[in-house]
């Protein structure tokens, strides 16, 4: 499975951005999808995570209410929609893929390369 990212950029503090992550190789209907980042001098993070119908999903309690992980298993992609950006969200963000269908953990089999969002006034 290959994941490709795409749609970070610059935005400025309340702003928005949407996120999304192509995989291609394998089907990732049956996957457990989820979104990481990583800022300069932390930890990875596990930011939200979406099961493979959509039903259940996880999100970082400092996102809650502002991002939205959703997927379209017929595209083969999982999108990340970040409102109400704030300078902390500034991070590399990676998508990942679990060969699991309802995964709850944070190790992941694939990867998809960073894509920078950055928040600046």
């Known amino acids: 499975v290959q994941l490709q990212a795409s749609g970070g950029g610059l935005v400025q503090p309340g702003g928005s951005l949407r996120l999304s992550c192509a995989a291609s190789g394998r089907t990732v209907s049956g996957y457990t999808l989820g979104w990481f980042r990583q800022a300069p001098g932390k930890e990875r993070e596990l930011v939200a995570r979406?099961?493979?119908?959509?039903?259940?999903?996880f999100y970082l309690d400092s996102v809650k209410g502002r991002f939205a992980i959703s997927r379209d298993n017929a595209k083969n992609t999982v999108y990340l929609q970040m409102n109400d950006l704030k300078p902390e969200d500034t991070a590399d963000y990676y998508c990942a893929a679990k060969n699991n269908p309802y995964y709850i953990g944070w190790i992941y089999d694939y990867w998809g390369q960073g894509t920078l969002v950055t928040v600046s006034s």
């Open positions: 979406i099961t493979w119908s959509g039903s259940s999903t």
